[in-house]
C-alpha cells in the first residue's frame, strides 16, 4: 500500500498467484487470491490498484476484472502490467540499468528512457529459462540419474545426490519421477535449495552452480549487446542461493559492466504506479 505521494506505509505476503490462473476454473483460483489480500486491504479503502503479475498474455481483461471486483473498483482504476516490468521499475529509473532476474525461471529486462520494456530469455521453464531455480533442480536430478546408469547405487557416495534425496524423501527413481513431472514448476525450484546446500562438499553440485551463472550472463550479455552498457542488477531468490552464482555472473559479464546484486521490491513499485494513477488523492493505493 502506497499513500497519494508513493510513500509505502504497508506491506506483507498473501497466497500465490499468477495471471495464468484466471483461465483457470473459471478464474476462481485467481479471485480467491485476490479476495484474501483485499481482505486486509480493504482497511485503507484503495483507490487505484496496479496488478504486477507473471503469466500476462490474452487474460489482461480478466485479471482487470477479478482486482476490480476484489478491491471493489472501477476497472478503469486497475492497470495491469508484467512483474519485471516491476523489478525494473524498483531497481532502476528508465533507461539506467539492465536487470538479471532468477526466481523458477529467469529472465532479463531493461526499461527503456521512453518505458518500454526490453527482454532476453523468460520462455519458460518446458523450454528454457537456464539459470532459474527449477533449470538448477533439473540439472541436478540429471546428473544424479545418470550417474546412476553409470554405477547404479552409486548416490551415497554423492553429497548432491544425499541432499537432493533427503529433500525429496526417498532415493527411487519413481519418486523423482513422481516429482518431477507431477509437481508444480515452483515446488520444482526448490530443490535448487539442495543444490545448494551440497556445494560446499560436492564438485558437480558446484559445476551446476557455475552453469547457472553462466545462463544468467549471457541474458545479461543479450541486452548489453543490444542496448549498449549499462550497470547490471543480479536478483531474485535463486540467484542468491549459492556465491558461485553471483561469481559466475561477474566473470562473464564484459569487466566494464558495473555489477550488483540487489534484492527488489516490485510490490511497491506496483503501489507507486497505483499512487501515481490516482495522484491528488491523499487515500493509500495498492
Known amino acids: ?79 495491469v502490467g508484467t512483474d519485471i516490468e516491476a523489478v525494473c521499475r524498483d531497481l532502476f529509473a528508465p533507461g539506467q540499468g539492465y536487470v538479471i532476474y532468477a526466481g523458477t525461471g529467469s529472465i532479463a529486462a531493461y526499461l527503456d528512457e521512453h518505458e518500454v520494456l526490453h527482454r532476453a530469455g523468460g520462455r519458460g521453464v518446458g523450454l528454457d529459462d537456464g539459470g532459474g531455480g527449477y533449470w538448477i533442480a533439473r540439472e541436478a536430478l540429471r546428473a544424479i540419474w545418470r550417474r546412476e546408469d553409470e554405477a547404479p547405487g552409486a548416490w551415497p557416495g554423492s553429497p548432491l545426490a544425499q541432499a537432493v534425496f533427503a529433500q525429496l524423501g526417498d532415493s527411487s527413481w519413481a519418486r523423482s519421477r513422481d516429482f518431477f513431472y507431477g509437481s508444480a514448476r515452483g515446488e520444482v525450484g526448490q530443490l535448487a535449495l539442495a543444490v545448494a546446500q551440497a556445494a560446499q562438499a560436492d564438485e558437480a553440485a558446484r559445476a551446476i552452480l557455475r552453469a547457472a551463472g553462466a545462463e544468467l550472463a549471457r541474458l545479461g550479455g543479450a541486452l ?14 535463486a540467484s542468491s542461493l549459492h556465491p558461485l552464482i553471483a561469481q559466475s555472473v561477474r ?36
Open 1 to 79: 500500500m502506497a499513500d497519494a505521494e508513493g510513500a509505502i506505509v504497508a506491506e506483507g505476503e498473501g497466497p500465490g498467484m499468477t495471471a495464468m490462473d484466471a483461465t483457470k476454473d473459471g478464474g476462481s483460483t485467481l479471485q480467491a487470491a485476490l479476495n484474501a489480500v483485499a481482505t486486509v486491504a480493504m482497511t485503507f479503502a484503495p483507490r487505484a490498484a496496479h496488478a504486477a503479475m507473471t503469466g500476462l498474455g490474452d487474460n489482461t481483461d480478466i485479471v482487470r476484472r477479478c482486482v476490480a471486483k476484489a478491491f471493489a473498483l472501477p476497472e478503469a482504476r486497475v492497470s
Open 224 to 237: 548489453v549487446s543490444r542496448y549498449g552498457p549499462r550497470p547490471v542488477a543480479l536478483t531474485g531468490r
Open 251 to 286: 566473470e562473464r559479464l564484459p569487466s566494464t559492466i558495473e555489477m550488483t546484486q540487489r534484492d527488489a521490491f516490485p510490490h511497491r513499485a506496483a503501489a507507486r504506479l497505483a499512487a501515481q494513477a490516482s495522484s491528488g488523492d491523499n487515500s493509500p493505493t495498492q
